[in-house]
């Protein structure tokens, strides 16, 4: 079962815009992570904000969180062709399992 | 440091034949995960261990699906007999510590099932 829903679930852009893709959940969490998966490749990991937490920031990276509204968004800024990959956003729960959403596909063209 | 490695990358089997998938964790890492990934989905968790002790295999087949991770390191995962709907990618991933935590993963095998 996938408790994260990540909105759109595909989006394409050109480079150099800002990407913001969403992430909705169910139950209550003690973290919220974000993954990136290039085409073929395992996860990696990108950021992680806890449940006391609304914002944060890494590089290019910016991750909101909304508790009570159960949702968070990833912004990617100045987006690079590089960054061409699917966006997993990833709910750890009370039970602390990692429980990831469908993804969002992002392209962006040179 | 090496990461997370599995092997193999690529596997195509018949309908009913077994297979097995070997995952070695980053080092140091007392955590192991193996995760389904269907197309176009996002991971779905077969299997975590701490260290030895298998602590969630609440969606592990266990009709056909099984693993071990003997001696806390290295992890096998069997499926036997393999169905059409087997097909995947199947993910292994590690990390420091069982709580609030990172996950490490590795390329992942893809396993077609004719």
Redesign the interface.
Same mark, same amino acid.
């Given at each position: 079962s996938q408790q994260g829903e990540e909105d759109p679930q595909a989006l394409s852009i050109q480079e150099g815009e800002n990407a913001t893709m969403n992430c909705s959940y169910k139950t209550s969490i003690n973290n919220l992570q974000w993954y990136r998966q290039n085409s073929g490749r395992g996860l990696v990991h990108l950021i992680l904000i806890r449940s006391n937490e609304r914002e944060k920031h890494s590089g290019r990276l910016r991750v909101t969180l909304d508790t009570s509204k159960k949702s968070s968004s990833l912004l990617i800024t100045a987006s690079r062709a590089a960054d061409t990959a699917s966006y997993f956003c990833a709910t750890l729960g009370s039970n602390y399992k990692l429980t990831f959403g469908k993804g969002t596909l992002l392209t962006v063209n040179p | 440091e090496a990461g997370?490695v599995q092997s193999p990358r690529y596997k195509i089997i018949e309908k009913k034949q077994p297979v097995a998938f070997w995952c070695n964790p980053i080092s140091g890492h007392n955590t192991l995960?193996w995760?389904l990934q269907n197309l176009?989905?996002?991971?779905?968790?077969l299997i975590?261990y701490e260290n030895e002790e298998a602590v969630?295999d609440s969606q592990l087949p266990k009709d056909r699906f099984s693993a071990e991770r003997l001696k806390g390191v290295d992890s096998t995962l069997k499926i036997q007999p393999a169905e059409l709907g087997d097909s995947a990618v199947y993910?292994c +991933?590690s990390s420091a510590t069982? &709580? +609030?935590n990172?996950?490490?993963? &590795? +390329?992942?095998s893809r396993l077609t099932v004719l």
């Open positions: - | 997370v995960y995760y176009g989905q996002g991971p779905e968790l975590r969630d993910l +991933a069982g &709580g +609030a990172v996950l490490t993963f &590795g +390329a992942g």
